[in-house]
């Protein structure tokens, strides 16, 4: 089976005309409920499997379950948005603790109510550990990092598109962090080492262990 992994960061991909690319592969892991439409040319529009964060299920269960925005613009998009990848399966692989057990549960409920066909599934171990020890960091592991463990279990030639943390290309023009979020043009965070995790994507796919793509796929 052939992989594709979108890390949520896909800015780098504005432009690349990557997205047939993208389509063509046989299984496409994408994180944190990215928006597709308008980006479709550059990202492709499949999507096998969604792995969200923390911070993604506080998302989904403010909008969904909050009584205040029911009826809400908001809440009717995120519905959309879910109805869209509808029979895609939403992969919770980090620690589970009580609180987002409950939360989990609570919007496994709401789909079912508006009878969207999305499935959750969580890790029986948590993911943290097994992805220090794969790729020997003592770091917290990004999202990316996690899907890219995780895709290693049952996929053999594998791609990512958009594993690129930095404001600027490597021609030094400045880039979004989030396609979708043309507001965003600055990300910090103290939770993740981004530059050791680049570091390391880029020296392991020299070795020809996956695919790193950073560039365009059309000229």
Known sequence: MKIVQLLEI??????SGCGKDIDANDFVLRANLAKL???MDDVGQRTSMMMI????VRKLHNVLTNHSTTGSKERADMLQYLQSIQSVMLLYAKETGRDTAKGLQQI?????EESIPVQFAFNLAFAIGP???RWQTNAYPSSGLIMLTVA??????ITLYGFYPYNKDSLGAPILHHSYQPNLTEFHTKAHNFDEEHRLLKNVSKKGFFGLVLKPCTP
């Open 10 to 15: 896909v800015s780098i991909l504005l432009g």
């Open 37 to 39: 439409n308008g980006y």
């Open 53 to 56: 964060n923390v911070g993604t």
């Open 108 to 112: 496994a409920t709401v789909l079912e």
């Open 131 to 133: 992805t220090k020890r």
């Open 152 to 157: 290693e279990t049952f996929c053999k030639n």
